[in-house]
């Protein structure tokens, strides 16, 4: 379980954030996740208002997570295929040698003001 470590590093990036710009409340955090980070979403629900807890800055406030998609290139035959929907292996040719493009991602998007 490493998404709580990860989350508590998240929650002190967007609460330093938030200080230094005399920012008091925050309603919201975005955060981005690959469907190939290895982090379950779930997990983030669930221990968001543990990490957030006697945080002032957070009380009352929504984790939003969006979604970006493990798209990989095909080093056989260049196509671009979802990864987790193709189970790794391209859907034209059958091979497993690829090019991740993205959905490796963990980051913050935005941080929404009270
Ligand atoms: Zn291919």
Same mark, same amino acid.
């Given at each position: 379980?490493?998404?709580?470590?990860?989350?508590?590093?998240?929650?002190?990036?967007?609460?330093? &954030? #938030? &200080?230094? /710009? /005399?920012?008091?409340?925050?309603? %919201?955090?975005?955060? =981005?996740?690959?469907?190939?980070?290895? !982090?379950? @979403?779930?997990?983030?629900? $669930? !221990? !968001? @208002? +543990?990490?957030?807890? /006697?945080? @002032?800055?957070?009380?009352?406030?929504? +984790?939003?997570?969006?979604?970006? @998609?493990? =798209? #990989? +290139?095909?080093?056989?035959?260049? #196509?671009? %295929?979802?990864?987790?929907? /193709? =189970?790794?292996?391209?859907? $034209?040719?059958?091979?497993?040698? $690829?090019?991740? +493009?993205?959905? &490796? =991602?963990?980051?913050?998007?935005?941080?929404?003001?009270?």
């Amino acid at each position: 379980m490493h998404e709580i470590s990860v989350l508590k590093q998240a929650v002190d990036i967007a609460e330093e &954030t #938030a &200080t230094e /710009n /005399n920012i008091q409340r925050i309603a %919201y955090l975005t955060l =981005e996740v690959g469907e190939l980070s290895g !982090y379950l @979403p779930v997990f983030f629900e $669930k !221990y !968001y @208002p +543990l990490v957030t807890e /006697n945080r @002032p800055m957070f009380e009352g406030s929504e +984790l939003r997570m969006v979604m970006v @998609p493990g =798209e #990989a +290139l095909c080093k056989e035959c260049s #196509a671009m %295929y979802n990864v987790m929907r /193709n =189970e790794g292996r391209c859907p $034209k040719c059958g091979s497993r040698s $690829k090019k991740i +493009l993205g959905g &490796t =991602e963990f980051r913050i998007r935005d941080i929404g003001l009270g």
